[in-house]
C-alpha cells in the first residue's frame, strides 16, 4: 500500500487498469531512492540548523518529488504495458 494515496491500481484491490494518482509516477526504484536520500539529507541539516531532531514530512516527500524529474515517460510506461499485454504469461 503507497502510504501517500492508497493502494496502487496494479495491486490487488486497486483497481487493476485505473489510472494511478500518485506524484511518483514515472520514477524507477532507483529514482525514488535517490529522493529518499535527498529528503534524508534535507533533515539532517533542519536537524542541524534547529539543533532540535527533525523528522521528515509528506511536504518534504511531495517538494523533492516536484523538483526531480521522473525518469520514465508516459510513452515508455505505455509501451511497457502494451508488451506486458502482448508477451506476458497468462
Known amino acids: 500500500m503507497n502510504t501517500l494515496d492508497g493502494p496502487r491500481p496494479d495491486t490487488p484491490g486497486g483497481g487493476r487498469g485505473r489510472s494511478s494518482p500518485?506524484?511518483?509516477r514515472g520514477f524507477t526504484p532507483a529514482g525514488i531512492k535517490q529522493a529518499a536520500r535527498t529528503v534524508?539529507?534535507?533533515?539532517f541539516e533542519?536537524?542541524?540548523d534547529t539543533g532540535t531532531r527533525a523528522q521528515p514530512t509528506t511536504e518534504?516527500?511531495?517538494r523533492?518529488?516536484?523538483r526531480t524529474r521522473p525518469t520514465v515517460t508516459?510513452?515508455?510506461a505505455l509501451e511497457f504495458a502494451d508488451?506486458?499485454?502482448r508477451y506476458g504469461r497468462t
Request: hydrophobic share 45%; glycine share 0%; charged share 15%.
Open 74 to 76: 508516459t510513452e515508455m
Open 64 to 66: 523533492t518529488i516536484s
Open 46 to 48: 533542519r536537524t542541524l
Open 83 to 85: 508488451h506486458t499485454i
Open 40 to 43: 534524508a539529507q534535507a533533515v
Open 22 to 24: 500518485t506524484p511518483a
Open 60 to 62: 518534504d516527500f511531495l
